[in-house]
């Protein structure tokens, strides 16, 4: 046979590709960085001395003329490839094992699912999961992104609705969280004006997850009118409001159970809930039992302080 110009890895990494249309949702779809998926290509487009893809700076990939030659040979490949497959013995067939693209949102993934995670999946062994965590940011504006997942776990403030295809199974509290000394001996809750004189721990600055903050934090008049510092992580955020050197709006579950004794509630916020996000097109047992893990890994940890849930309609940030 002759030598083939190419690895099953870089097919694989261009037919994912053609059909997520970008590269960060190949990227997240293969469980690998955007960096690897440019790398294969380019690799591809090397062996093969043609161009794939035309690239362009703020455009999605679109295949050149060779590329959709190739992505219809690829197809006749991959009908060969099944037809070799179907010659195994059937003594000794095995179900294949079936790969979900999961997306779970900050602090829920780590604190919640990760530690369950590995004896699901031993007690599943025909089940695999590939893993992207998000931010409630990612979740408002990138629809494609999810809808390229199989099944979605998030947050989003109550009174926004769910995106298409998702419905709410918990609800968590959120508030101005500090240490009490920040309330300088005033009475909890704080008063507005109060609030808005807190030391904020805040996103690095001109960030989509600064803006999403400081517009929630505006619609309930809100300002903060003192940053301290900056951090895009939930578990550093939570360490310096320990030490006392500013407040930060939180969710109650992003809150370790040792920190929930030291901060407080310094000012309530409106109530985020946790939203499921499930393929239409998802079927099967392997689906079922898969979403029912994540979500009993979630409401049914003690640690996790879920509300009962309510329901205000209301229309989504832009």
């Known amino acids: 046979m002759a030598q083939s110009p190419f690895t099953l890895r870089q097919l694989e990494v261009f037919a994912a590709l053609c059909e997520a249309q970008t590269m960060r949702a190949c990227a ?21 001395g043609t161009a794939l893809f035309v690239r362009r700076a703020g455009r999605r990939p679109s295949l050149t003329a060779p590329g959709e030659a190739f992505r219809g040979d690829l197809a006749a490949l991959d009908r060969a490839g099944r037809k070799l497959a179907s010659h195994r013995i059937a003594e000794r067939a095995r179900t294949e094992k079936r790969t979900f ?22 007690a599943h062994p025909d089940t695999e999961c590939t ?10 504006h990138s629809a494609q992104a999810r809808e390229a997942s199989d099944l979605a776990l998030f947050h989003l403030r109550e009174d926004w609705p769910a995106p298409p295809h998702c419905r709410a199974i918990g609800l968590v509290r959120a508030a101005i969280y500090g240490l009490p ?6 009475p909890l809750p704080l008063t507005r004006e109060a ?6 721990i805040l996103p690095q600055q001109g960030s989509a997850q600064e803006r999403l903050l400081l517009t929630s934090l505006a619609e309930q008049d809100l300002v903060a009118h003192e940053v301290v510092c900056r951090t895009d992580y939930s578990d550093v955020l939570v360490a310096i409001a320990e030490r006392g050197i500013g407040a930060a709006c939180l969710l109650e579950s992003v809150l370790p159970p040792s920190a929930r004794g030291a901060l407080v509630a310094l000012y309530p916020l409106t109530p985020w809930k946790l939203v499921l996000y499930r393929n239409p097109s998802l079927h099967g047992p392997a689906a079922d039992a898969l979403e ?4 009993r890994a979630i409401l049914e940890d003690d640690r996790y302080p879920a509300l009962p849930l309510a329901h205000q ?5 832009a």
């Open 101 to 122: 693209r999961v997306r779970i949102g900050l602090g829920l993934f780590d604190s919640y699912v990760k530690p369950k995670l590995g004896p699901f999946l031993a």
């Open 292 to 295: 029912d893990f994540l979500v």
């Open 181 to 186: 000394a920040l309330a300088k001996g005033a």
């Open 313 to 317: 309609p209301a229309t989504l940030p």
């Open 28 to 48: 997240e779809r293969l469980g690998i960085s955007q960096a690897c998926v440019s790398r294969q290509i380019s690799d591809l487009e090397a062996r093969l």
């Open 195 to 200: 609030a808005s004189r807190l030391p904020f």
């Open 131 to 140: 893993i992207a965590c998000t931010h409630p940011v990612e979740e408002l």
